[in-house]
């Protein structure tokens, strides 16, 4: 159902986006219409044929075919919206007739150049957002510790090693005294992913009180029981639906995203678990993909909720779409007396590429009431 959905898109947005660029008065001058043709064929081609090549085992194509593929994704949702953009103005040429086409021009550039832009600032290094938690029943070792929350890698063709190295000594040199994982860690296309110089790299994540993590829903795509074991053996403590007593009265919890099950059950009685066996009064930190069930963790005595999942949209307005589906989107929200922190994504989906909503890492710092 999702690749159906997902593929109406795609369709959907060449079919738009090329029947508006092929009206603008500078293409049809210079470009003829059968090479435009060819040129989208070639590009709305670029989502389907890398499967192909990846079945054939030729992954070096598969690769450069995915990067072109994922980043004209990108660059082809900012045209779509500065196209609508000017045909919602002129009542999609009805109004304006005259202009409407050279609008339609103005809104190509737009369009490119808000690529460039999201480009430029999908390439720079996350940002660093501290944030001071005030929680309850939390014990005096525990008092002023760091916790670096880092979410969304999507480690995988897009995001390897080497960009993983940068983040690993950008974490550490933030003196972490634990460091958690919000999951979607690896990008979920199949176990050639799970990368030994991506697992060495990970241990390289140094914390005094532990690296833990959650399931993200990307992070068991084609993989089953693979990707467990090669996050304990990259030195990832995963919390499935289960609570650690870190301290004496500091617990840190987690539960598994429900992309990563494929469960229709009850999400509820897996907090539930996750909460069950934790120490009484113990000040808890609860670990979940998705910033859901909001009420019941803070109903369960949950000092501070740490999620991600949304990217805040990651390319402008896209957020606007997300944020329709989604309560809590990027930063802090406190729900019932519990605060919740939700992180935009360290990493991107996709495209290398953010427009407004950059990316982020967590410096949460703890403080007893």
Known sequence: MFFTILLSVWTGLHLYVFWRVASVPFVKGHLPLKILI?????????????????????????????????????????????????????GFGFLFRSHAPELRGLALAAGVALSLIAFVQGMRAPVVNDYDV????????????????????????????????????????????????????????GPAELDAGVQSTMRDFHAPHGVWGVTGNHDRHGSDGAV??????????????????????????????????????????????????????????????????????AASGVG????????????????????????FMAGRYDIDGMPIIVCRGTGTWGPRMRLWAPGEILRVTLRAR
């Not at 939390?138 to 880092?150: F, K, Q, R, S, T």
């Not at 990832?236 to 919890?253: D, H, I, Q, T, Y």
């Not at 992309?259 to 930190?285: S, W």
């Not at 991600?308 to 896209?318: E, L, M, S, V």
């Open 38 to 90: 060819a040129f989208a064929v070639v590009l709305y081609s670029s989502f389907m044929v890398p499967w192909f090549f990846d079945r054939a085992g030729t992954h070096a194509i598969t690769r450069a075919l995915e990067l072109i593929g994922v980043h004209w994704l990108g660059i082809l949702f900012l045209l779509f919206t500065c196209l609508l953009v000017v045909d919602i103005v002129t």
């Open 304 to 327: 501070l909720m740490l999620s991600a999942h949304t990217h805040n949209g990651q390319i402008w307005p896209f957020n606007y779409i997300v944020g329709r589906t989604y309560r």
């Open 228 to 297: 467990d074991r090669f996050f304990a053996d990259a030195g990832v403590r995963m919390l499935r639906n289960e609570s650690v007593e870190v301290l004496p009265g500091f617990v840190v919890a987690g539960v598994d995203d429900r992309g990563y099950t494929r469960e229709t059950g009850d999400r509820a009685k897996r907090i539930t678990q996750a909460l069950a066996d934790r120490p009484t009064d113990a000040a808890t930190v609860f670990l979940s993909h998705r910033a859901e069930d909001v009420e019941q963790a």
């Open 134 to 189: 005030h929680i309850r029943n939390l014990p005096p070792e525990a008092d002023g510790l760091v916790i670096i929350g880092i979410s969304d890698l999507h480690l995988g063709t897009i995001l390897g090693e080497r960009w993983l190295r940068a983040r690993v000594d950008q974490v550490n040199a933030l003196g972490p005294d634990m460091i958690v994982l919000l999951g979607d860690i690896v990008e979920g296309h």
